[in-house]
């Protein structure tokens, strides 16, 4: 392993898409034509002006950014330590990070030519944000989902369906979001002509990893220019989730090559890593190859992927972003853990401290930063990705209350 | 290449006599563990010349509808790779001649450990390995494993890839190049058997290697159609599907005789 100080973190991936060990492209080769083709496109456009200029501008006019940095007071005295700053993600259109991503491809499916987009979804937050902007540029919409989240998340099922797009449910597998990109996967090597695939995390083959993160750093450099502003300096901590990781590499990106900014990315612990129903690959999984990439994963003696448990579906994935593997395996990020206790608790408490609810994935962060910040002095910043707004969740919350709503 | 092997000896003995290769897949484990190796014996005896043996996984995303249900049934049965390289040794114990190449998916052998995986293959008498997700940039490890064992790296090939590919895959490849004839997932159903005849002289521009046509490929008029500018067709969908379907394991091996006798007649009419 390399010396992390003397890391270029943004000489990174390689043109294979390799972070070290992390990464590639393993598909089967009815696929390479696809991705050739994806990164050639991606690679003579992503430092062109025009299409920079595109982006910024959908970002500013249609997301709704900057997404504001706020100071949680409330929230601070709670814990009792270091000040605790949100990225206000939640606030953008379609009411998190995601949308950013999906802005961005959106303008590669455009230039591409393609009248199809396609799409896989967990929670259905992706799913959104992907017929959202498929809706705003006329574009045809097919989004996988697992049979059994179809059941579970009805309302963003039909936010989709008043959208245009068509939600297919995935009856393979597990039925869940792993078996979703496999079927967008799938559509993809049969309709490759006139479709795109809009992948909505940091995982799957090179170029997916490298894209998705470099369409979500927005949210790191606005918030490294916001603290700068706002306490003059670079925070002590990042705090993020982690599921695929999109929303955490998008906020540590920009930071990654300032040595002093500590980071954490909180991973579910479901019913807590000994009870082995989690979703937490990083702390407690292996190196293995699945979705295109090679990553740490959930998976038993015989290499067969298994599932997953997480009280928040958008985090409930047996993989991760090969890059959020290769910055373990160095040290440059710390992986932990908060249950699913621990983030309902951080869900109740920042609805009644701040006036603020976040995604179920998101109190994830929140609930590791208040035991992070307790453990830090008053002057010290810690930032927060809220990566997303939690009106999806208040079905899962009523039920665990038991309440109907 | 120093010694040849079960693939090698069998195309060579095809082009003898002028036949084409009938390579034949069905998924270990599927109808049940116990059913797996009879099933291989009777492919045989219905006229297959190559066995793949699908090792079952989770989450086969090259696959279609009907050999992903194919896998879903053998890990009912919990059939591991380990279970898949016992059940070759068994059927070696009557069949030293059909060669039997393992296809599958990356993460079970990346379990295991290319080496480990590479001695324990050629232990239990397997010819080869094609690793669907193991494109040749990634797949060198692997396949200088195998290659050390004398045992043969299955590519695919497929009408979308470069002459670049073509080049550094046909580097790669022995025993025989897998062409997939349509752009898709296995079992899909819109062959265009003129276009597999030009893409077949394009890549022979390239490599000496036999070329099999794989999916879509159904009965004996379209296994005979693409194998007319290739050295043989490979049958998988229809396999799984009439092993799926089968009441038990006799029921199966039936169903099966039928499908590949008919198949082997309208290669050598």
Redo the contacts between chains.
């Keep these: 392993m390399s010396d992390k100080k003397s890391v270029d973190y943004s000489a990174f991936p390689d043109a294979q898409g390799h972070f070290g060990p992390f990464g590639g492209r393993f598909v089967s080769e009815t696929l390479i034509g696809a991705l050739d083709e994806l990164r050639e496109m991606y690679n003579s456009l992503k430092d062109d002006p025009e299409f920079r200029a595109a982006f910024d501008y959908d970002l500013a006019h249609y997301v709704g950014r900057p997404s504001p940095l706020y100071l949680a007071e409330r929230l601070t005295a709670e814990a009792g330590g270091a000040r605790i700053w949100l990225k206000r993600e939640d606030l953008n259109h379609t009411g998190a990070h995601k949308v950013n991503n999906t802005v961005g491809q959106a303008l590669l499916a455009k230039h591409s030519g393609k009248r199809r987009v396609i799409a896989e979804t967990g929670a259905g937050q992706h799913g959104v944000a992907t017929a959202t902007v498929a809706a705003r540029l006329g574009l045809e919409c097919a989004v996988y989902m697992g049979a059994e989240d179809v059941k579970r998340q009805s309302p963003n099922v039909y936010r989709m369906k008043l959208l245009g797009a068509e939600v297919i449910p995935v009856e393979s597998g597990s039925k869940t979001l792993k078996d979703a990109m496999n079927e967008a996967m799938r559509d993809w090597v049969t309709n490759v002509d006139d479709t795109f695939y809009i992948i909505g995390t940091v995982a799957g083959p090179h170029p997916y990893p490298q894209l998705v993160r470099d369409f979500n750093s927005v949210i790191g450099r606005e918030a490294r220019a916001q603290s700068l502003e706002e306490f003059g300096q670079l925070p002590d901590a990042l705090v993020a989730c982690v599921g695929g990781g999109s929303n955490a590499i998008g906020l540590f990106h920009p930071f990654l090559n300032d040595s002093d900014v500590k980071m954490y990315g909180v991973e579910a612990g479901g019913e807590g890593l000994a009870s082995g129903r989690h979703a937490a690959p990083l702390n407690d999984g292996v190196p293995g190859i699945l979705h295109g990439n090679r990553t740490y994963l959930m998976e038993d003696d015989d290499g067969q992927i298994i599932e997953t448990h997480s009280v928040s579906a958008g985090l409930d994935y047996p993989g991760v972003g090969p890059e959020h593997a290769w910055l373990k395996d160095i040290g440059r990020v710390d992986y932990v853990v908060a249950d699913d206790q621990e983030a309902l608790n951080a869900f109740r408490m920042l609805t009644r401290k701040e006036g603020i609810l976040p995604a179920l994935e998101s109190s994830h962060a929140v609930a590791y930063a208040l035991k992070l910040a307790a453990g830090m002095s008053p002057e010290q910043n810690i930032v927060v990705n809220l990566s997303g707004r939690g009106d999806k969740d208040i079905f899962t919350v009523a039920a665990i209350d038991g309440i109907e709503v | 290449m120093t010694q040849d092997n079960r693939i090698d000896r069998r195309f060579a003995r095809l082009r003898e006599e002028g036949r084409k290769a009938l390579v034949t897949y069905l998924v270990a484990g599927d109808g049940g563990p116990e059913n797996t190796v009879p099933l291989m014996h009777q492919l045989v005896a219905s006229g297959a010349d190559l066995i793949e043996l699908g090792v ?10 009907v050999i ?2 194919g896998h ?1 049934r053998a ?1 009912e049965y ?1 059939t ?3 279970k898949c390289l016992e059940m070759v040794r068994e059927f070696r114990r009557e069949d030293s001649d059909t060669p039997v190449i393992l296809m599958g ?8 450990g290319a080496e480990p995986f590479a001695d324990a293959a050629l232990d239990a008498g397997v010819d080869g390995a094609l690793t ?4 040749a ?2 797949a060198g490890p692997l396949s200088e494993m195998l290659s050390a064992r004398n045992l043969r790296n299955i ?4 009408p ?3 002459e670049e ?1 073509i080049r550094a ?1 046909t580097g790669l490849a022995s025993g025989f190049i897998y062409y ?1 004839s349509l ?3 296995t079992g ?1 159903g819109n062959l265009d058997p003129e276009a597999v005849r030009e893409n077949l002289e394009h890549i022979r521009g390239f490599t000496d290697l036999p070329l099999c046509v794989g999916f879509g490929i159904r009965d004996g008029a379209s296994a005979r159609a693409v194998s007319e500018a290739g050295d043989g067709a490979v049958v998988g969908s229809v396999l799984v599907s009439a092993i799926g379907e089968a009441a038990d394991g006799a029921a199966a091996r039936d169903a099966v005789a039928q499908l590949v006798g008919g198949i082997r007649r309208a290669l050598d009419a």
């Design positions: 079952p996984f989770s989450d086969p995303m090259a696959e279609g509808p992903q249900r879903e890990l919990k591991s790779l380990r998916y990356a993460n079970p052998i990346e379990k295991m669907v997700d193991l494109p940039e990634e590519f695919l090939l497929t979308t890839t470069s590919r895959i997939v752009k898709g997932v899909a």
